[in-house]
C-alpha cells in the first residue's frame, strides 16, 4: 500500500504529470514521469477508466498497479511524480507480466 506521502491526490497534479510528462507507452499501461529537483519522495497517481471494466476489475487492476509501485519506491529518483493510466487490457493481464511492463517504464523513464 502506498502511503498518502507517496500519492498524487489533486486533479491538477495529474493533469500537470500528464501534460508535461516524458511518455512511455507499453501494451496495457501508459506512464508519465516529471522528475523534479525538490527533496522529497516519489508520488504516484492512478488512472483506471470505466473502459477498463465493472467497478470490482478497476480496483482490482488499481490495487495491482498501487502493490508494483510500493515495491518499486526504493528505485525511483526522489522528487519524480508519475501517473499510471491503465488501458482496458491491464484487466486480463496476469499481475508479473503488469508488474515487468511497469517496472520497464519506471527505470527507463526516472533514470
Not at 496495457?28 to 483506471?48: C, E, H, K, L, Q
Not at 525511483?76 to 511524480?81: F, I, L, M, N, T
Amino acid at each position: 500500500m502506498l502511503a498518502r506521502p507517496h500519492r498524487l491526490t489533486r486533479g491538477s497534479e495529474y493533469k500537470a504529470v500528464v501534460r508535461r510528462g516524458r511518455r512511455c507507452a507499453a501494451p496495457n499501461t501508459v506512464t508519465y514521469v516529471v522528475s523534479t529537483s525538490d527533496a522529497r519522495d516519489a508520488r504516484f497517481g492512478f488512472i483506471v477508466s470505466k473502459q477498463v471494466g465493472s467497478a470490482v476489475v478497476r480496483n482490482t487492476v488499481r490495487r495491482r498497479l498501487k502493490a508494483i509501485c510500493a515495491e518499486s519506491l526504493p528505485g525511483v529518483r526522489s522528487g519524480s511524480d508519475i501517473v499510471i493510466r491503465a488501458l482496458p487490457s491491464a484487466a486480463t493481464t496476469p499481475f508479473a507480466d503488469l508488474r515487468e511492463e511497469v517496472q520497464r517504464c519506471l527505470v527507463r523513464r526516472s533514470a
